[in-house]
């Protein structure tokens, strides 16, 4: 189809382009400018309808049809040139749900420190930057900032390479701070909009850009003072005395999720009962150091129980409701004993504490550290004791090394007393009558204690046992078939021979390949319909799922799916309803992410990285690997395809039925039913007649 660009500086020439509608938006402004005369690209905009049009969208995505005109925007220069008015893309500061809160850190990198008053924040573009790809912070101050004034230009540059970054949202602490300004409206005229002056204290506030819409703003002023003046107290509503904690959420985790299907609650209950079946007779099997014998103190009558071997072992916590907890490991059977040797844990909202009898503290503030806020999934704590190496660790969420929080050596003095530990004492909110005046709380806890330390991060890769050597066990680089649970055996055995490309079909990758970037391909069409499937639009956050057989109840959705993943596309982060899974990469590469846990704030935590290669094949336990986000990380590469293939355990009575996701805009927790696209043996049949009918022709 046919289009007019034209520019909005200089001689304001225009340009027709022939272009298919799937043009990327950002090889259309690249060639736009070359005919222009620009050498830099990323200083231009395309603008239509007033709307800034994003680099990675396409035409077809802003509906833009033959016969339209765009306009070629330089954005270093004020946008009202021309009697065009295009204003300036901005997060919504009118939004209150899309502002968070978030404590300070001591381990953000240069480009995230921020200043007392506002911050402006953007994306450094400069590949040879050490902050590329990343949001950085421009801390601006005390200061009255108008958003289309050209001035912002000496205010809005990365922290690390000084070159520009465009604002797209914008953060405040310690200061009292107001708007004002007008936006364009889609289907109206513009509205003018403000906001009373909101006292935030000493945390960062931000407006989360992806939570809430960004908007064109015709004008915006964004002013931040340090102190409550009579003029500011005069311009308060005379019936407000509430701050912008008390009216906007303090963090995420404090939104609603989305609506949950009837049968999730029940699901998110663990059991009550020891993990591994004393039936199960599979001594050879890795277990992982992952605690297994459950325990309830207001069952058994006692707060206080013991190790199964002295010096060693894991004890993890799971709690529904958040109350404070402690935990002490000590060498008396008598909790109040003021002889003994104890190392505490201690844990409530504001701070995560471990500590010796003998003086030794470690203590956190960190808010993704301490006591977590209550949400519909149970949040999991854990302690490990190794008297040998004098190790202990405290950790959140899965029990492995890359999720603890402490990991310390105490003293060689005291490695003696630690040999010696042997008993645990429990108590909920410092009350030592929880026996009887917190019984209520019984269905709110779970704690298991195990009998191995947590020491080595797991081997994620699985590989025949005649390929397994003494160097694998030592190094954990990978497990052995026979070291799996018996779901996990069944599940590798089934797939480990498994092939794409067959005699009878033996191009298929690239005929998948070859559908995925025509848009008259069936993979194309569908990779565009499925861009809203976890929650806001984005049609990177997409893949195919081909289903192999029939579903027989024994695995949430179908055992078998084939999935494929584009370059650049990914898949949320995601749980896998407690189930066993084996996933196998048939061709390509992918990139798993490995999370502690499925929260609203899971982006916070440093993810365990691993690129899975062609051929390799990793796994999945109801207590290990479960949440994770897989993408396809070479832009250039061909498609990634891998099989999934999952099986609840013997033991699970609930067979839940979802997995639980992230949203695309990280403001709720979703519930995805493992639907399939198509049948994969049906989806072969279809490359075969695009084969015929689209690409041999």
């Known amino acids: ?42 200083m231009l905009w395309l603008v239509f309808d007033r709307e800034i049009l994003y680099d990675e969208a396409t035409l077809e995505d802003y509906d833009i049809q033959a016969g339209s005109v765009l306009e070629l925007v330089d954005r270093t220069q004020l946008y009202r040139n021309f009697g065009v008015f295009i204003g300036v893309k901005f997060v919504d500061v009118c939004d209150n749900q899309a502002l968070e809160k978030i404590g300070w850190s001591t381990t953000a990198p240069r480009w995230r420190r921020a200043r007392r008053g506002l911050c402006l924040e953007g994306l450094c573009e400069n590949k040879k930057c050490e902050a590329y790809n990343s949001t950085v912070i421009m801390p601006v101050g005390y200061k009255k900032v108008d958003m289309l004034d050209k001035s912002l230009y000496t205010i809005t540059k990365c922290p690390i390479c000084k070159e520009y970054v465009t604002p797209v949202t914008c953060g405040f602490n310690n200061c009292w701070w107001r708007y004002e300004g007008m936006q364009n409206c889609k289907n109206g005229p513009p509205k003018q909009c403000s906001g009373d002056w909101t006292e935030v204290g000493n945390a960062y506030h931000r407006f989360n850009e992806y939570q809430g819409e960004t908007v064109s703003w015709r004008n915006l002023i964004l002013e931040a003072v340090e102190t409550r003046s009579a003029e500011i107290l005069n311009k308060m509503p005379k019936d407000s005395s509430k701050t912008a904690l008390d009216i906007v959420p303090t963090n995420t985790q404090t939104m609603q999720t989305a609506s949950r299907p009837s049968a999730v609650h029940v699901a998110a209950i663990p059991p009550k009962n020891d993990r591994y079946s004393s039936q199960n007779d599979e001594s050879e099997v890795e277990r992982f150091a992952q605690p297994d ?43 109040s004993d003021q002889n003994a040797y104890s190392i505490i844990l201690s844990v409530n909202q504001n701070e995560v504490k471990l500590s010796t009898s003998t003086g030794q503290s470690y203590t956190s503030t960190d808010t993704i550290y301490t006591l977590q806020s209550e949400g519909e999934h149970w949040r999991r704590y854990w302690i490990s004791l190794f008297s040998i190496a004098r190790n202990v660790k405290y950790g959140i969420g899965e029990v492995r090394p890359s999720f603890s929080v402490f990991d310390i050596e105490l003293p060689e003095n005291e490695s003696q007393l630690m040999r010696e530990i042997y008993y645990l004492h429990f108590k909920v909110n410092n009350n030592d009558q929880m026996l009887s005046e917190l019984k209520n709380l019984k269905e709110d806890f779970r704690i298991f204690i195990g009998t191995g330390p947590v020491l080595h991060e797991l081997a994620l890769f699985v590989i025949p046992q005649e390929e397994y050597t003494l160097e694998h066990t030592t190094c954990h680089t990978a497990i052995s078939e026979l070291k799996l649970e018996r779901p996990l055996r069944d599940l590798y055995l089934s797939v480990k021979n498994f092939k794409l490309n067959t005699n009878e079909f033996p191009d298929l990758t690239d005929v998948i390949e070859r559908s995925i970037k025509n848009p008259r391909g069936w993979c194309y069409k569908k990779l565009k319909e499925k861009a809203e ?104 590469g061909k498609p990634c395809i891998t099989i999934q293939c999952y099986m609840y355990g013997r033991d699970d009575r609930v067979h839940y039925e979802y997995f639980d996701y992230l949203s695309n805009d990280e403001r709720s927790i979703g519930h995805f039913d493992p639907k399939s696209d198509m049948d994969f043996h049906e989806f072969k049949e279809r490359m075969r007649q695009e084969k015929q009918n689209i690409f041999q022709n």
Request: hydrophobic share 30%; net charge positive.
């Open 533 to 636: 499937r976890f929650g806001k639009p984005n049609p990177k956050a997409t893949y195919l799922r081909l289903t192999v057989g029939e579903q027989i109840g024994n695995a949430p959705g179908h055992n078998y799916v084939i999935e494929v993943w584009p370059p650049g596309h990914h898949s949320p982060i995601h749980n896998h309803s407690n189930a066993y899974a084996i996933i196998r990469v048939l061709s390509g590469e992918i990139l798993a992410r490995l999370y502690p846990a499925l929260t609203l704030n899971v982006n916070q935590y440093k993810p365990i990285e691993q690129i899975c290669h062609e051929g390799r094949v990793t796994w999945l336990s109801p207590n290990l690997n479960q949440t994770h986000q897989l993408k396809h990380v070479d832009l250039y």
């Open 1 to 42: 189809m046919r289009i007019r660009i034209t520019t909005c500086t200089g001689l304001g020439r225009e340009y027709d382009f022939d272009v298919d509608p799937s043009i990327i938006i950002r090889e259309l402004k690249k060639s736009a400018g070359e005919k222009a005369g620009y050498s830099d690209p990323e």
């Open 293 to 335: 014998k459950h325990w309830c103190p207001w069952r058994s009558g006692s707060c206080s129980n013991t190790l199964e071997i002295k010096g060693q072992g894991t004890v993890e916590i799971m709690q529904r409701k958040s109350v404070p907890f402690e935990l002490k490991l000590s060498n008396k059977k008598d909790a």
